[in-house]
């Protein structure tokens, strides 16, 4: 009876802990009955989408190791990456030379803007999220500057991206040069299913370092910084410099991501591509049970697969349902802000009940001293 | 030597000012200050500018007050006004659907706006109470979230006026829908004065006027301090028998029903209610606003939101055309991205004054 | 003044560092992409063909008639062209200069054994863009929302 009682309660707590990916599964399913469509499309897109997306989540993992919560600030990231492949293009470099052309050049972008990022950040301890959700924005002020009115007057660049104006990168460019080609460079095909082969091979290395990475003495000293500022620098750990680097690390990574990302693609919106892509990835992460202050790997790929998942078939349910697609679209964007509002409510409510309970726990060991 | 320690006091009174007044703040005013210097030489006529920047004032300045009650009480800035500006699309929206024209649909407006307003405002206070600490961030994502749920509510809710349903469907709003008829321009055109180029809205400013002496008044009533100490003391306030979480819950109510009434002064003078996405990222003109004049994460004033308001949209107005005509390229965009967040960036990363 | 030591990290740091570059050097050439042009018409003293084949590497052939011109896109600098002109086979190695995007490629001054600076030129496509085709920029934050 009582361990009956118990195992019930058990459930309980799993069916709590695991909430958000089980309410996906069923959005999912749901989702998947009503588009119509057939299992070889989905897992098809869903490969796509696996291989698209998991580089990018993955640069979130660091810093909510070091306890600064989801980096919104990984479009900074992304810019810096957009730069790099518009310099590509630019050039005429092509395939995987072109996309490591690419990365090398993002590199120092994206360590500058990540160090003077985690500096911001540093100052506005306690509020990171927001912090780094408005600097997003700022950088993205400073990129149209740079990509709309310097590229072509102080930036040297000549070819068909430039607006006819003279100065100023087109809306679209096209990435003719290297789509696909990092996808493409190992075929493989398993039953209908076309697998991104390559991709996979990088983003496995990517989850080896990130494994390897917290076993260093560095990875320690994040999670020491995560767990508590003050303990850790008790312990002689250099608090703020160890979180700046967590944030050029997930900066420089979401620039990579954003290489293969839009080597997916085959087109770059040079305006628009970066904007969401912070949202989008920590909304994948999230419904794959993360939380703000912990976060595994395996939080990464069943995330982005349930929530591309819905995203993917939500405007064709929405469509057969109902006869509209926008409504399906309009749905699965309100969800992507559901999930993250959720995940961040949760977050705060068990933070501010661990406290209290710390609270009454240092209570109670007073009074037994007594 | 006289002369050396009158120097150095007057350098530190200059410091002084400076540092009260802060440097981003000091840059955007004097950056305004040169546009309108500068604006005569690109044939730009001064007088038109004022009134485009007073009109401007009367549309945004009551989403800007907004703000100030939730910083009062501690709740940090308001990102979340897209969930205060849907009551107010509610409310013009329906005050259109049941029939009312003229100055009584503003009326109407008004008062369902209030409603929602009360509504959303009470349970968006009560999660907020659920997460002090992390009030900013989860604001951002509710108004977000209330603005997406409502995209699909503007598409399936059973508004049948023609004026403002899709045509060849005959149901779901239109992305925009025009005031006309109903209370376009009640409030701007109310009492204007009109003297050659210069135009004063005065209807909108006496109703913003309004709703910041009541504010003022309310900050002077029992209530009204208290709300300012559990912003500036939570563990006093609580000790002295204040409710904090009441206290709290009341000025999120306030700030989304002023955000609501504060959409609708926007679309009278502006012409049209942009549903759907519009209302997206309204927030963070009215959050730099208030920044700007001098408002901080824990501080906010009446004189802060004017001024704020008149730099902000002063900047917004008096770029695009001083630039056009001076160097023909438009950055009037950019540098308003620019300056509106990295305004607030400079405010999340002050220390926080007490606590 | 600080004296700069040359400690072993800084001495790695500065070699891997050197060592991108490289690799950023080495990407560079070996991804660019350039476009032969060929060109079977009248040059100098020699006349065109009727009929010419011309592959570049292992692409396929292309046939061009009297007067014609193709073209090739092929990456990095190094090529070998094979042109059978009615029966009349050459294969060159051609060395295209790294900051040459497009090149135009004579098949008759090729044919008769001219050097390299003689049949390869430079060519700039010449875009023509009608300048009151100007895109309005669309900067808009929500747009990536909807749609893929």
Wanted: glycine share 10%.
């Amino acid at each position: 009876m009582k361990g009956n009682l118990l195992s019930g309660k058990k459930a309980g707590t799993f069916l709590l802990n695991n909430m958000v990916p089980i309410m996906f599964i069923v959005i999912g399913g749901i989702g998947i009955v009503f588009s119509g469509f057939s299992g070889t499309a989905i897992m098809n897109e869903m490969m796509t989408r696996l291989s698209r997306n998991s580089f990018l989540v993955i640069s979130l993992l660091i810093p909510i190791m070091a306890g600064m919560g989801l980096n919104f600030g990984m479009t900074l990231g992304a810019m810096a990456g957009q730069i790099g492949l518009i310099f590509i293009t630019e050039w005429g470099i092509v395939g995987i030379p072109g996309m490591v052309l690419a990365a090398i050049i993002s590199t120092p972008i994206s360590i500058l803007l990540g160090w003077w990022c985690g500096k911001i950040l540093n100052l506005a301890k306690g509020r990171e999220m927001v912090t780094s959700y408005i600097i997003g924005f700022f950088v993205n002020g400073i990129y149209q500057l740079v990509v709309l009115f310097m590229m072509g007057s102080i930036i040297p660049i000549k070819s068909e991206i430039l607006l006819p104006r003279g100065y100023g990168i087109r809306n679209t460019v096209n990435l003719i040069g290297i789509r696909k080609c990092l996808d493409n460079l190992i075929p493989l095909k398993i039953a209908g299913v076309s697998i991104p082969l390559a991709t996979f091979i990088l983003i496995a290395l990517l989850c080896v370092f990130i494994l390897w990475f917290k076993k260093t003495k560095l990875g320690q000293d994040m999670r020491a910084v995560g767990q508590d500022m003050e303990v850790a620098r008790e312990a002689g750990i250099k608090v703020e410099e160890t979180r700046i680097i967590s944030i050029i690390i997930s900066t420089v990574l979401a620039g990579y991501g954003m290489i293969i990302y839009l080597q997916n693609m085959g087109t770059l919106n040079t305006y628009n591509s970066h904007n969401q892509i912070g949202m989008f990835s920590a909304a994948a992460l999230l419904v794959g049970g993360a939380s703000v202050d912990k976060a595994n790997i395996r939080n990464v790929f069943l995330g982005v697969i349930l929530f591309h998942l819905m995203f993917y078939v939500a405007p064709y349910a929405g469509k057969n349902l109902i006869g509209e697609a926008q409504l399906g679209e309009y749905f699965r964007v309100f969800v992507s802000y559901g999930v993250i509002t959720l995940a961040l409510v949760m977050y705060e409510m068990r933070k501010k009940r661990e406290g209290r309970e710390k609270g009454e726990m240092l209570a109670e060991a007073q009074k037994e001293a007594k | 030597m006289k002369k050396e320690i009158a120097q150095s006091s007057v350098k530190e009174k200059i410091k002084g000012f400076i540092d009260s007044f802060g440097w981003p703040r000091l840059i955007i005013a004097g950056f305004l200050l040169l546009l309108f210097l500068v604006a005569p030489l690109g044939g730009i006529s001064i007088l038109t500018s004022i009134s485009d920047v007073l009109m401007r004032f009367g549309m945004n300045s009551i989403m800007v007050l907004a703000m100030v009650p939730m910083i009062h009480s501690g709740c940090g800035l308001n990102f979340g006004l897209p969930l205060g500006i849907i009551s107010g699309l509610l409310g013009g929206t329906l005050s259109m659907q049941f029939g009312f024209t003229g100055g009584v649909s503003f009326l109407v407006a008004i008062l369902i706006t209030v409603f929602f307003g009360t509504l959303f405002g009470w349970a968006y206070g009560v999660l907020l109470n659920k997460v002090k600490g992390g009030e900013m961030m989860i604001a951002t994502y509710v108004g977000y979230a209330a603005v997406s749920f409502m995209c699909i509510m503007w598409l399936l809710l059973p508004y049948s006026n023609p004026q403002m349903v899709w045509g060849y469907k005959g149901t779901g709003l239109r992305t925009t829908i025009s005031t006309e008829g109903y209370y376009l321009h009640i409030l701007s055109d109310f009492l204007k004065i009109k003297i050659g180029n210069l135009e004063i809205p005065t209807g909108a400013l006496l109703f913003f006027a309004f709703f910041a002496f009541l504010m003022w008044a309310f900050l002077h009533t029992k209530t009204g301090t208290a709300m300012t100490a559990v912003g500036s003391n939570p563990t006093f306030a609580k000790a002295s028998g204040i409710n904090v979480d009441r206290t709290r819950t009341l000025s999120v109510i306030m700030s989304t029903v002023l955000g609501g009434i504060g959409i609708l002064a926007y679309q009278q003078a502006f012409g049209f209610i942009q549903l759907y996405m519009g209302p997206f990222y309204m927030a963070l003109p009215a959050v730099s606003a208030i920044l700007i004049g001098g408002a901080s994460v824990n501080k906010a004033s009446i004189p802060n939101v004017i001024i704020g308001t008149l730099l902000f949209q002063g900047i917004v107005t008096m770029t695009p055309s001083v630039m056009n005509s001076l160097i023909h390229t438009d950055m009037s965009e950019v540098i308003r991205i620019i300056a509106s967040n990295g305004m607030i960036l400079y405010a999340l990363t002050r220390k926080s004054e007490a606590k | 003044m600080n004296k700069i030591k040359f400690t072993k990290s800084l001495c790695i740091r500065i070699i891997a560092i050197l060592l991108v570059i490289l690799l950023a050097v080495v990407m560079f050439i070996i991804g660019k992409q350039h476009k032969i042009y060929f060109d079977n018409k009248d040059w100098g003293p020699y006349k065109a063909y009727q009929f010419v084949e011309v592959s570049v590497d292992k692409q396929d052939s292309v046939e061009l008639a009297k007067r014609d011109r193709d073209v090739f896109t092929v990456v990095a600098q190094g090529h070998t062209i094979h042109i059978d002109a009615m029966g009349d086979e050459k294969d060159v190695k051609i060395h295209i200069p790294l900051f040459m995007r497009d090149v135009l490629i004579n098949i008759p001054a090729l044919m008769n054994g001219e050097s390299q600076d003689q049949w390869m030129e430079e060519f700039i496509v010449q875009t023509v863009t009608p300048s009151s085709a100007d895109e309005t920029v669309v900067t808009d934050e929500t747009a990536g929302l909807l749609g893929d």
